[in-house]
């Protein structure tokens, strides 16, 4: 069975309704990146950035997933998929996609400021004062600017081993995501972008460009894969 790698970002889920700051010159969700997004605004205001993510928690309830979530999930009836997402939320596991992958974390889990390995689902709202296991407060178990990514040495690895790899909903511009592209050395590479950067070098034998949003050029593609 052949391998299909899945690299998504922030544009496959605007088309659902959550928005990414990157289209709204730093802000998300109205907030300075650096008072939500980083250990340093944890640290100067937990309060505030814990009400964010309650916040974010909560929109997530509210949307759903859409046409390119469900197909990505349907390619897996011919494919073995992995889904590589920069995305914090589970619209790629309720599309039906089985193997997915966050590198930035996700908004549906927390973990304990103690020991990061401990990690628990988390639905609701979380409050100051809400523990782990070693009397530790809990956090968004999100990757904020500045922290490493855990999962950034295992995605290459898939990367590495795709026949096909599908880029969709990001421009691949911020390290360190942008350098798995550089391990697709052998895979046919889909670039699914209504308005297309790269900052990489494709081999253009490889390499085909479908400038449409993402579930437009998820619709075109999926048809082209199933000829």
Same mark, same amino acid.
């Given at each position: ?15 659902? %309704? ?5 289209? +709204?010159?730093?802000?998300? #969700? ?9 250990? #340093?605004?944890? *640290?100067?205001?937990?309060?505030? !950035?814990? @009400?964010?993510?309650? /916040? ?6 509210? !949307? ?11 390619? /897996? &009836?011919?494919?073995? !998929?992995?889904?590589?997402? /920069? ?10 996609? @089985? ?12 973990? +304990?400021?103690? @020991? ?12 100051? %004062? ?11 178990? *999100?990757?904020?600017? %500045? ?16 026949? =096909?790899?599908?880029? =969709?909903?990001? &421009?691949?511009? !911020? ?6 592209? /550089? ?26 460009? =479908? ?17």
């Amino acid at each position: 069975m052949k391998r299909i790698v899945i690299l998504s970002g922030a544009g496959i889920s605007a088309e659902s %309704g959550i928005r990414t700051f990157r289209d +709204s010159d730093g802000l998300w #969700e109205g907030h300075d990146v650096m008072e939500v997004a980083t250990p #340093e605004g944890w *640290i100067k205001n937990t309060e505030l !950035v814990l @009400d964010f993510y309650n /916040q974010r928690r909560a929109q997530l309830k509210a !949307v759903e997933p859409n046409k390119a979530h469900e197909l990505i999930g349907a390619l /897996q &009836s011919h494919y073995h !998929v992995d889904v590589i997402t /920069q995305n914090v939320d589970n619209l790629h596991e309720r599309g039906g996609s @089985d193997n997915v992958y966050h590198l930035h974390g996700e908004l549906n889990k927390v973990r +304990s400021t103690k @020991d990061e390995s401990i990690v628990l689902k988390w639905e609701n709202d979380l409050y100051l %004062g809400d523990l782990c296991s070693l009397g530790s407060q809990l956090r968004p178990h *999100i990757v904020w600017f %500045g922290e490493a990514v855990p999962l950034l040495e295992f995605a290459a690895k898939l990367v590495s081993q795709a026949d =096909i790899v599908i880029i =969709i909903g990001t &421009s691949l511009q !911020v390290y360190p995501a942008a350098g798995l592209i /550089q391990y697709a050395r052998n895979a046919n590479i889909y670039y699914i972008d209504p308005h297309p950067k790269t900052n990489y070098e494709l081999d253009q034998s490889n390499y085909t460009l =479908i400038p449409e949003t993402a579930t437009i050029g998820m619709e075109k593609l999926y048809l082209e894969l199933f000829k």
